[in-house]
């Protein structure tokens, strides 16, 4: 069946610095793969979506490409800022399924 | 724009007993509806997914026994977690989408936190 897996559990870091959260997937049918952030006690909000082969996709100074010949779907971002200390979670939606796959997520810790 | 409210946003009930959830949608019709349980492991975890007009789809360890869903239309839908034990706890969260929009999104409510005494 189709799966996501994110390889970090926490990440910490001091602000300003990059970061780089791993996605990769499996599934049989032709991906569409998702970033959500999830602040404290709040729902998860969409970050960033792709299902083109090769194309970077931007939000809020976050980033992510489609690589279908790795099955990855890296998040980075240059300047990491305090506010961006949250939960982060990769996920999938097959063309073969209807429901979102979440991987476990990665906590992303910055610090002054 | 696409907005699902989930209500109620916390709950606590005593162990053995039963709390209903609900999802609407707004602003678009709720063509699926996918009900998660992000547990205190912080996973989320598919427990089932609701289409209109078909067989609602259960994920393996979740059943329809211990968590009744009600799809009645294109903009509700409801979950119960029957007798619910400690190892209900955690956010439940419903997630709708319209499949009459090509690549459309999942729109995903606030949760309902569910604490177990």
């Known amino acids: 069946g189709d799966s996501v897996t994110q390889t970090e559990g926490l990440v910490t870091l001091t602000k300003g610095l990059p970061v780089m959260l791993n996605c990769t997937y499996q599934?049989?049918?032709?991906?569409?793969l998702f970033w959500y952030v999830q602040h404290l006690n709040e729902a998860p909000k969409l970050l960033l979506k792709?299902?083109?082969?090769?194309k970077r996709t931007e939000h809020q100074g976050f980033y992510a490409t489609l690589h279908k010949s790795s099955s990855s779907f890296h998040l980075q971002k240059s300047s990491v800022q305090l506010s961006d200390s949250a939960l982060y979670f990769c996920?999938?939606?097959?063309?073969?399924?209807?429901?979102?796959?979440f991987g476990t997520g990665t906590t992303v810790s910055v610090s002054p | 724009g696409a907005l699902v409210y989930q209500y109620p946003r916390r709950t606590i009930c005593k162990s053995g007993t039963s709390m209903r959830m609900e999802c609407q949608a707004v602003?678009?019709?709720?063509?699926?509806v996918a009900w998660y349980r992000q547990s205190p492991q912080k996973t989320f975890e598919l427990i089932a997914l609701?289409?209109?007009?078909?067989?609602?789809?259960?994920e393996q360890n979740f059943t329809q026994e211990k968590f009744p869903i009600s799809h009645p239309n294109l903009s509700f839908s409801s979950m119960t977690v029957l007798n619910a034990y400690l190892e209900d706890r955690g956010l439940y969260l419903c997630?709708?989408?319209?499949?009459?929009?090509?690549?459309?999104?999942?729109?995903f409510g606030s949760g309902t936190r569910l604490l177990v005494i």
């Open positions: 599934t049989t049918y032709s991906p569409f």
């Open positions: 997630g709708a989408r319209d499949h009459g929009t090509a690549n459309s999104d999942y729109t």
């Open positions: 996920a999938l939606r097959s063309q073969g399924g209807r429901a979102l796959i």
């Open positions: 609701s289409t209109v007009n078909s067989a609602i789809k259960y």
């Open positions: 792709s299902s083109t082969d090769n």
């Open positions: 602003g678009f019709q709720a063509t699926s």
